[in-house]
């Protein structure tokens, strides 16, 4: 079973740089073909694809946020993070990391992921 759990700061101030931590259990980043992800969803709005970090390290990241976002992995502690800088009020949302099956898939626009953490939710606030 493919478990995936989000940790991180609950509040932010705006300016500031937003980390989170995506610990994955029951499948190790580094192998098969798997792309893994940070989606976000604002209050009231649909979900929002962020980023990915594929099996072999490849990151990728949303056009819009691409100049505020890195995606980094610790494959000792089989684990990926997301480091948003800058941010607004209007970055406030649940965060979540899921798994994808494929790069492509991840890339694909459809938010078609196969597992995902239950969220965390992050508030920027002074």
């Known amino acids: 079973q493919v478990q995936l759990r989000e940790s991180g700061p609950g509040l932010v101030k705006p300016s500031q740089t937003l980390s989170l931590t995506c610990s994955v259990s029951g499948n190790s980043i580094t192998t098969g073909y798997y792309a893994w992800s940070w989606i976000r969803q604002p209050p009231g709005k649909g979900l929002e694809w962020m980023g990915v970090?594929?099996?072999?390290?490849?990151?990728y990241y949303s056009p819009s946020l691409k100049s505020r976002t890195s995606i980094s992995r610790d494959t000792a502690k089989n684990q990926f993070s997301l480091q948003l800088s800058s941010v607004t009020p209007e970055d406030t949302a649940v965060y979540y990391c899921?798994?994808?099956?494929?790069?492509?898939?991840?890339?694909?626009?459809?938010?078609?992921?196969?597992?995902r953490g239950q969220g965390t939710q992050v508030t920027v606030s002074s």
């Open positions: 970090i594929a099996y072999d390290g490849s990151t």
């Open positions: 899921a798994r994808f099956l494929s790069l492509a898939q991840a890339l694909g626009g459809r938010n078609e992921y196969d597992y």
